[in-house]
């Protein structure tokens, strides 16, 4: 059974930095291709990027948004996703959800971490 | 704004039929299949339709997909109270290399 699981949210302030981590299992992590989808306090959902697999390249996509603030990387011996955030703006504020990538789509997802960027 | 449109909520009774549409453009849906994701309230989201009209395992045929042109639906039928919650389509959009998600729509079971 496929698992992830976040972890590393929490509270900071506008301009500041925080890591996220995403431990998955039940699965060949180093084969696939992962996302990070996240959520506004009651609003939508929200692509921040992806990352390939190492044999596909190993390269990340980030949307719009976060593109030159967030970095998508994988550490693939510990099974981890990360998501890398600098300079953090109070719109960054949401669920963070980390998702498998399969058939082209985001498919299995974690439960989430919450990031509050506040004063 | 989503470039993905939605409306922003549907109803039905229990066992009535309901669709949910979702309208892009030629560089999304127009070129690229349609994913669904159903949110039951205070849960994650989950994968409900990929590729326009396939069922993950363990979705119930219940719920169907289609795609023409630049739009795409969604259909529940046989609808129950369980299937109340927010329904996101997305697409891959080759213009912004990126994925886009519509804006959600909350279905109700009155």
């Known amino acids: 059974e496929v698992q992830l699981v976040e972890s590393g949210g929490g509270l900071v302030k506008p301009g500041g930095s925080l890591r996220l981590s995403c431990a998955a299992s039940?699965?060949?992590?180093?084969?696939?291709?992962m996302n990070w989808v996240r959520q506004a306090p009651g609003k939508g959902l929200e692509w921040v990027g992806r990352i390939k697999s190492k044999t596909e390249g190993g390269t990340a996509d980030h949307a719009a948004p976060v593109k030159g603030r967030f970095t998508i990387s994988r550490d693939d011996p510990k099974n981890t996703l990360y998501l890398q955030m600098n300079s953090l703006k109070t719109e960054d504020t949401g669920v963070y959800y980390c998702?498998?990538?399969?058939?082209?789509?985001?498919?299995?997802w974690g439960q989430g971490t919450l990031v509050t960027v506040s004063s | 704004q989503s470039v993905l449109t939605q409306p922003p909520s549907a109803s039905g009774t229990p066992g009535q039929r309901v669709t949910i549409s979702c309208s892009g453009s030629t560089s999304n849906i127009g070129s690229n299949t349609v994913n669904w994701y159903q949110q039951l309230p205070g849960t994650a989201p989950k994968l409900l339709m990929y590729?326009?009209?396939e069922r993950p395992s363990g979705v119930p045929d219940r719920f169907s997909g289609s795609k023409s042109g630049t739009s795409a639906s969604l259909a529940i039928s046989g609808l129950q109270s369980e299937d109340e919650g927010d329904y996101y389509c997305?697409?891959?959009?080759?213009?912004?290399?990126?994925?886009?998600f519509g804006g959600g729509t909350k279905l109700t079971v009155l």
């Open positions: 997305a697409a891959w959009d080759d213009s912004l290399n990126g994925v886009l």
């Open positions: 998702t498998t990538d399969s058939f082209g789509t985001a498919a299995d």
């Open positions: 039940g699965f060949i992590f180093s084969n696939a291709w």
């Open positions: 590729r326009n009209n």
